[in-house]
C-alpha cells in the first residue's frame, strides 16, 4: 500500500550529499589496490574534497604512493544510517567517483562524478552545486534529537501522529523518528508487511536548535486538539497485555 504525501519543501540533493558525509561515520574505498573499509577516518574540506586520515598499512596508501602519475582513480561509498531502529536502517547511499592525491599526512580526494540514492531513486549531483553546498544546519545534531525523542517521549511521537492522513496509518504497527532537517520531520511508518515515509513541514525552516525547539512545539500544539489513532490505540492496549 503506497502512501499518500503532502508536498513539503525538501534539502537540495547537494546539501543532501553534504550531509551524508558530515554525519556518515565509514566509508568504504574501491580502487587498484582493492576494496577497504574505514571507520573513523574522513573529514571534508570547505570546497567537498574529502580527506582520508589512513593507516600507514592501508593498501589504498600504498597504491597512492606508488601511482604512475600520484593520483590513482578511486569510488568512495558513504551510507546514511538511521539512527533510530527501523526497518530498512540505510536512508541513502553517496558514491563518489575521482582521483587520490598524497598531502601531507592525508589523502585528498577530489570527486569527479557524484551519486545520492534514496528511497526516490538515483540522481546525480552537480559538482558545482556540490562544492557550494553545506550540510543541513541540524545534520550533526540529527542523532542525538532523533534518539532522545524516540527513546525518551515516544508519548510525543504518538501524538505527532495526528496530523498524518488517516489512510497512511492504515495498519500501523509501529511508529518512529525517522529524519529532521531544518524543513520537516519524518515519521516511519512500519505495518506488518510494509512501511512508509511522513514529512511533517514545520511552518518555517529552522536553522539551529533553538528554532527547531520552536518548531516541534508549534507541530505538538498542532496535534494537541487530534485524536489518538485507532491501530495505535490498538498496539498500546495490545502491549499492555
Request: with cysteine; aromatic share 4%.
Amino acid at each position: 500500500m503506497g502512501d499518500r504525501h503532502t508536498w513539503t519543501a525538501v534539502p537540495a540533493t547537494a546539501q543532501r550529499a553534504r550531509s551524508v558525509l558530515a554525519t556518515a561515520w565509514s566509508c568504504a574505498v574501491t580502487a587498484e589496490g582493492g576494496r577497504e573499509e574505514f571507520i573513523g577516518v574522513h573529514t571534508v574540506a570547505e570546497d567537498g574534497r574529502v580527506l582520508l586520515h589512513l593507516p600507514d598499512d592501508s593498501m589504498l596508501t600504498a597504491a597512492a604512493i606508488c601511482a604512475p602519475r600520484g593520483e590513482p582513480s578511486a569510488v568512495l561509498e558513504f551510507a546514511d544510517v538511521a539512527p533510530v531502529p527501523v526497518r530498512n536502517r540505510i536512508r541513502a547511499r553517496l558514491w563518489m567517483a575521482g582521483w587520490f592525491k598524497p598531502e601531507e599526512g592525508h589523502l585528498a580526494f577530489s570527486p569527479t562524478r557524484i551519486v545520492l540514492r534514496d528511497g526516490g531513486g538515483a540522481v546525480v549531483v552537480d559538482r558545482e552545486e556540490y562544492a557550494r553546498a553545506e550540510p543541513d544546519p541540524l545534520a550533526t545534531a540529527e542523532a542525538r534529537l532523533l534518539t532522545h525523542l524516540a527513546d525518551a517521549h515516544p508519548d510525543a511521537v504518538e501524538r505527532l501522529t495526528r496530523l498524518v492522513e488517516p489512510d497512511n496509518l492504515h495498519g500501523a504497527v509501529r511508529v518512529q523518528p525517522l529524519a529532521v532537517d531544518r524543513h520537516a520531520l519524518t515519521l516511519r511508518i512500519e505495518r506488518s508487511r510494509d512501511h512508509g515515509d511522513v514529512r511533517l513541514p514545520f511552518h518555517r525552516p529552522a536553522d539551529d536548535l533553538g528554532q527547531l525547539t520552536e518548531r516541534m512545539h508549534i507541530l505538538l500544539a498542532q496535534a494537541g486538539a487530534g485524536t489518538c489513532p485507532r491501530a495505535l490505540q490498538r498496539q498500546r492496549t495490545d502491549g499492555d497485555g
